[in-house]
Antibody
Framework: EVQLVESGGGLVQPGGSLRLSCAAS????????MNWVRQAPGKGLEWVSYISSSSSTIYYADSVKGRFTISRDNAKNSLYLQMNSLRAEDTAVYYC??????????????????WGQGTLVTVSS | DIQMTQSPSSLSASVGDRVTITCRAS??????LNWYQQKPGKAPKVLIY???SLQSGVPSRFSGSGSGTDFTLTINSLQPEDFATYYC?????????FGQGTKVEIK
């Protein structure tokens, strides 16, 4: 079974740091790009960061650029998100998601599947 | 950044109804448009990818259409388990962006 399990969330004070992990199983992790997506309480979905299969390409949302660092360890089938200088507006459930890609004649696209169950990060004093 | 605008933000419908949700991109995204369903306390689940391709295991009452800037998710014969929030998402370029969501409630 393809599965993603996040961990590492919790309560942290403004300005603090936290490292999220996402453990992958049931598929060849090293061949897939991965993403972090977050959802503030009662709000919609916000993409946070992308990392390619070999870590050669990384992207961030402007809202986290310079504060968050995405990384992966293909030997450990794990994805990470190091979050520094945390703010109240970073409070959210953080999901890791595998990026699926199709490039067939007439059909091209990429989407997130599956998603982990999410881990809650609360930034508050 | 590409802005995604969904309408309506919420709707009330009855079991058996046909429901249509629209999503508009602020610029052309070809067919790089996905639809997700999210139930309370759960992670989103993909329904449609590449604008009109049905994800494996998703019931055929779900369908997607559109290209360029205008897209539609249709649910034929709404079932009790379909009451949820639906999001569109563009994967044309980063930052990947989502619509604000459409909450489908029981009438």
């Amino acid at each position: 079974e393809v599965q993603l399990v996040e961990s590492g969330g919790g309560l942290v004070q403004p300005g603090g740091s936290l490292r999220l992990s996402c453990a992958a199983s049931g598929f060849t992790f090293s061949t897939y790009s991965m993403n972090w997506v977050r959802q503030a309480p009662g709000k919609g979905l916000e993409w946070v960061s992308y990392i390619s299969s070999s870590s050669s390409t990384i992207y961030y949302a402007d809202s986290v650029k310079g504060r968050f660092t995405i990384s992966r360890d293909n030997a450990k089938n794990s994805l990470y998100l190091q979050m520094n200088s945390l703010r109240a507006e970073d409070t959210a459930v953080y999901y890791c998601a595998r990026e699926q890609v199709i490039a067939a004649p007439g059909t091209r696209g990429d989407w997130f599947d599956p998603w982990g169950q999410g881990t809650l990060v609360t930034v508050s004093s | 950044d590409i802005q995604m605008t969904q309408s309506p933000s919420s709707l009330s419908a009855s079991v058996g109804d046909r429901v249509t949700i629209t999503c508009r991109a602020s610029q052309s995204i070809s067919k790089y448009l996905n639809w997700y369903q999210q139930k309370p306390g759960k992670a989103p689940k993909v329904l449609i990818y590449a604008a009109s391709s049905l994800q494996s295991g998703v019931p055929s009452r779900f369908s997607g259409s559109g290209s360029g800037t205008d897209f539609t998710l249709t649910i034929n014969s709404l079932q009790p388990e379909d009451f949820a929030t639906y999001y569109c998402q563009q994967s044309y370029n980063t930052p990947y962006t989502f619509g604000q969501g459409t909450k489908v409630e029981i009438k």
